[in-house]
């Protein structure tokens, strides 16, 4: 005779290099990939990070969604701030632009990070008038730098 009983179920962990996000309400897994860069704005100089969240399958009409983040040279990676975030249809053209509202950067160890973000369309510096308005709910788990 065997027992049986309630157990509780463990959640399963996020895999790594993957995200998600809902635009406008219409929820988008993806891949994720981040590839570093350095620069200057202005004669100042930049790390910068570019994290693209590609969605699997395709969704919405959404090609990809790029976060594009800085930090100042040598500070430490949990330093890395949003400047804005990208939204590319079909074949990769001119990008919506959006606004951060809300970005937190978490070491996921051994040279990986997880993260937060949502935004908003940025009407002032985006080139298409965009039937997108909001990112919510934005997610990518355990992808290397």
């Not at 996020?14 to 200057?40: E, H, M």
């Amino acid at each position: 005779m065997s027992a049986s009983g309630c157990s509780k179920k463990e959640e399963a962990s996020p895999a790594p290099n993957t995200g998600s996000f809902q635009l406008d309400g219409t929820a988008i897994s993806c891949q994720a990939k981040a590839t570093r860069s350095a620069g200057s704005i202005g004669g100042t100089f930049y790390d910068f990070l570019d994290l693209d969240l590609t969605p699997t399958p395709a969704a919405g009409g959404v090609g990809r969604l790029r976060l594009s983040l800085y930090k100042v040279p040598g500070s430490p990676a949990s330093t890395y701030l949003l400047h804005n975030l990208l939204v590319y249809t079909g074949c990769n053209g001119s990008p919506y632009n959006f606004a951060g509202t809300s970005f937190t950067l978490t070491p996921a160890g051994e040279g990986s990070f997880s993260g937060r973000f949502a935004g908003k369309v940025s009407a002032s510096s985006s080139s298409i008038p965009g039937p997108y308005t909001t990112i919510t709910n934005g997610v990518f788990t355990t992808v290397p730098f």
